[in-house]
């Protein structure tokens, strides 16, 4: 067997986010430069600041059941999905349509999954009966809990919220007999997963994945863990919604949550040619890192100022023939200047003249999804000449001395994507992809 890497490339895409549901939606969303952050409709009282966040108002599980599960089992199954692995099972039903993969026809061992996704966790609703259950209603009493508190419980709780289920009905639906994985990595997820399908298919374990990644911070647990953890945007009544997040501008307040998934079908060059598939784009390199000090102190500038260069030396290109900086883009006032600072610690002189885009300012952050949708943004873009713009970008900051793209989209015929996410922890990801 030869030992020389197989090219691999993307094709299909089934996306969900909060300005629409599949590319011609989502891409009709950012040509508008559409903002999808707005008050909550589908939760009441989240935690959040005036309960602001990036929400995909069009999903819910009756309209999954209707548009996006295609098949028996999966209607069936829906019931034990949580919000979060429907969103990821229909971002994939959506990418086998889009990329016209006929499942009869292929060889289902060499088709594997690699999915990403946050943490999942109960709503209070479903902990309740049983909390109640197995308390003296005062406190809770642990030995109560197998007898009386946990047969209060709905059927299969626990499969409902378990971060790996997106990957296993993925895999059930398609049939995947290969590698299967996922990945629980907050806002490093989508990206580490296409990673790991693209080494998979390049050393030739399989010729096709389903590669993407899905998140919620909408729902009310998480939203308590934001306002507890994150700098949340919050301009009240001094701004409309969709203004809030404002990625690298002077007067940003901090992110703001939201919702989605993407998925991608990742196959070997050849194959995708032989079944006459449509690519996006070519993947050229990755890169991760990790970095926290002895005391649990996350260093997110170093972490990715190694992950892009490890993405750039896999690539083999130079940091001078980057054409676009999906930045990250959280909008946090530190985070902003930590990733200003990497960037500028990598490409040196060659920074201001590479035009960088933000995702998060239409969509905001959903943790786990936030990367593959960024990735998504960035190849449909570079398929009709354009480098997204940012919006709410309208100050520059000095802190944040970067080639932020504004005011309207850039047409621009450059290529080669950067894709950079990286999370409070301090793991980074990082994809160098070719647009078709």
């Keep these: 067997m030869s030992n020389e890497l197989r090219r691999v490339v993307i094709t299909g895409a089934g996306i969900i986010s909060p300005i629409g549901i599949g590319r011609d939606a989502f891409w009709s969303g950012i040509a508008e430069m559409k903002s999808g952050l707005s008050k909550v409709e589908r939760l009441a009282g989240t935690a959040l600041p005036h309960d602001v966040a990036g929400e995909v108002k069009e999903f819910d599980e009756s309209s999954a059941r209707k548009q996006y599960f295609d098949s028996k089992d999966q209607k069936k199954s829906i019931k034990i999905m949580c919000r979060e692995i429907q969103l990821g099972v229909a971002s994939a039903n959506l990418a086998i349509a889009d990329g016209k ?20 966790f109960s709503p209070p609703e479903v902990l309740a009966p049983g ?19 946990l047969t209060q419980m709905e059927p299969l709780w626990l499969l409902k919220y378990l971060p790996n289920m997106p990957a296993c009905h993925i895999g059930i639906r398609a049939d995947a007999r290969g590698p299967n994985n996922s990945l629980t990595m907050a806002e490093a997820s989508g990206i580490n997963a296409l990673a790991e399908a693209y080494r998979i298919i390049s050393n ?24 507890l953890w994150d700098e949340l945007a919050d301009y009240g009544d001094e701004a409309d919604p969709g203004t809030w997040c404002r990625p690298f501008d002077a007067t940003r307040r901090g992110q703001v949550v939201g919702e989605g998934a993407c998925t991608f079908i990742i196959e070997e060059e050849s194959h995708a040619t032989a079944r006459g598939a449509e690519i996006l784009g070519t993947i050229l390199g990755i890169g991760g890192s990790c970095v926290m000090d002895i005391n649990g102190k996350a ?33 946090e006032t530190q985070a902003d200047i930590e990733e200003a600072d990497a960037l500028a610690t990598v490409f040196g002189n060659a920074l201001p003249n590479i035009p960088v885009t933000a995702l998060k300012s239409y969509i905001g952050n959903s943790g786990a999804a936030c990367g ?34 504004h005011g309207e989209h850039l047409t621009s015929s450059a290529k080669v994507i950067l894709n950079l996410n990286v999370t409070a922890q301090g793991q980074a990801a990082a994809i160098l992809v070719s647009a078709a």
């Design 131 to 149: 909390a109640f259950a197995a308390s003296n209603g005062k406190e809770f009493q642990f030995d109560r809990w197998g007898d009386e508190g």
């Design 299 to 331: 260093d997110r500038r170093l972490a990715m100022v190694n992950a892009v260069t490890a993405a750039l030396r896999d690539a083999g290109i130079n940091p001078s023939e980057v054409g676009q900086i999906h930045a990250h883009g959280l909008g």
């Design 101 to 120: 993969l006929e499942l009869d026809a292929i060889d289902h061992t060499r088709l594997g999954v690699e999915f990403g996704a946050n943490q999942m």
């Design 204 to 227: 030739n374990r399989a010729d096709m994945m389903l590669g993407g990644s899905t998140g919620t911070r909408v729902e009310s647990v998480k939203s308590i863990h934001a306002r």
């Design 372 to 405: 593959t949708l960024e990735l998504a943004a960035s190849l449909l873009a570079a398929k009709r000449g354009l480098i997204p713009a940012v919006l709410n970008y309208s100050q520059p900051d000095s802190n944040c001395p970067l080639n932020v793209v």
